[in-house]
């Protein structure tokens, strides 16, 4: 059901995907179709967490690999935005975002999926020691994940690119070590990027 919900999406688009094209597409009933996704949400959706399986094996391994935590979170983060570009229509999705009729169902994938290895990674160095969250991790992630949908909704030459602007733009938040006087919270961490980032645009 869910290869032959991926060749409807490829072929006419995420937008336009309906539980009848499916139907027509698997050969199976509509009530099947219901009974197991509830809905033509649940069915996307479960769609992206099919789609998403490559990704979670790369991603685990990296979550439970060797190396400080900045490297290998960056991977994560690299790795989820180049999945985002790797496909069409996940990528048209990421581009459009609220405009996007289905941008919901996109976002729910994104954060059930990337959200929790991000969340794994970062209470797994906190509980070792190796990292200091800010006053809001809550506020943390969900930071992360929105600059990957905004990196994801760009368009790339290679995948350099991908890793090159996660350096910059993303990890600084986590590894910028406050300066004496400075405060350790988030708030003061995202204002510091923001220093950076202007700096590096003059």
Not at 171 to 198: C, Q, T, W, Y
């Amino acid at each position: 059901m869910l290869d032959a919900t991926a060749v409807v999406v490829t072929r006419i688009g995420f937008r336009d995907t309906t539980i009848d094209h499916v139907v027509r597409e698997s050969g199976v009933s509509r009530a099947t179709l219901y009974r197991w996704f509830g809905n033509r949400e649940g069915l996307l959706l479960a769609l992206l967490q099919h789609l998403a399986g490559p990704y979670l094996e790369r991603s685990g391994q990296i979550a439970v690999g060797l190396g400080p935590i900045e490297d290998r979170l960056a991977q994560v983060i690299a790795g989820g935005i180049e999945s985002i570009c790797a496909m069409p229509w996940i990528h048209q999705v990421a581009k459009e975002g609220l405009l996007h009729d289905d941008f919901a169902i996109f976002l729910a994938a994104h954060k059930s999926i990337t959200g929790a290895v991000v969340r794994t990674m970062l209470e797994g160095a906190i509980a070792s020691g190796g990292w200091t969250p800010p006053d809001d991790l809550e506020r943390l992630i969900e930071w992360l994940l929105h600059q990957m949908l905004v990196l994801g909704a760009d368009d790339y030459d290679d995948a350099a690119e991908i890793r090159r602007r996660v350096g910059v733009y993303v990890m600084p938040v986590l590894a910028l070590p406050a300066a004496p006087g400075e405060g350790s919270g988030l708030a003061e961490r995202l204002e510091r990027i923001e220093r950076k980032i202007d700096g590096l645009a003059g």
